[in-house]
C-alpha cells in the first residue's frame, strides 16, 4: 500500500506564493506518473502539472498554470513538490498529488489553497 500526505496549502493573497509538498509512504515502486491535480467547488478535477515517466521524462503543466507553477521532486525522500507563484483567486481549490506505479493510482487526501482577491 502506498500513502501520500500533502501539505503547504493555505490563504494566501492574490500575488502571492505557496509551496505543496507530497510525501509519500509504504511500499513504494519505480513511479510511471506523478502529479498534481486539483478540484475547485463544482468543478471536475482537472491537471495542474505532471511528470510522465517512460523512456525519457516529459512534463505536462496546465496552460492556466505555465509559467507561474513549477513541479519538481526529491527522489531521495519520495516527496513531489508544486511551487506556486503569483497566484490568483481561480487558482483556489482542493490540490491533490498523484502517484501511479505497476498500474495502480494512489491519491492524497487534499489540500485547500484559497486565494484572496
Known amino acids: 500500500q502506498v500513502q501520500l500526505v500533502e501539505s503547504g496549502g493555505g490563504l494566501v493573497q492574490d500575488g502571492g506564493s505557496l509551496r505543496l509538498s507530497c510525501a509519500a509512504s509504504?511500499?513504494?515502486?519505480?513511479?510511471?506518473?506523478m502529479g498534481w491535480y486539483r478540484q475547485a467547488p463544482g468543478k471536475q478535477r482537472e491537471l495542474v502539472a505532471g511528470?510522465?515517466?517512460?523512456?525519457?521524462?516529459?512534463?505536462n503543466y496546465a496552460d492556466s498554470v505555465k509559467g507561474r507553477f513549477i513541479i519538481s521532486r526529491d527522489n531521495a525522500k519520495n516527496t513531489l513538490y508544486l511551487q506556486m507563484n503569483s497566484l490568483k483567486p481561480e487558482d483556489t481549490a482542493v490540490y491533490y498529488c498523484?502517484?501511479?506505479?505497476?498500474?495502480?493510482?494512489?491519491w492524497g487526501q487534499g489540500t485547500q489553497v484559497t486565494v484572496s482577491s
Open positions: 511528470y510522465f515517466i517512460g523512456g525519457a521524462t516529459t512534463y
Open positions: 498523484l502517484r501511479r506505479q505497476r498500474g495502480v493510482e494512489y
Open positions: 509504504g511500499t513504494l515502486f519505480s513511479a510511471t506518473v
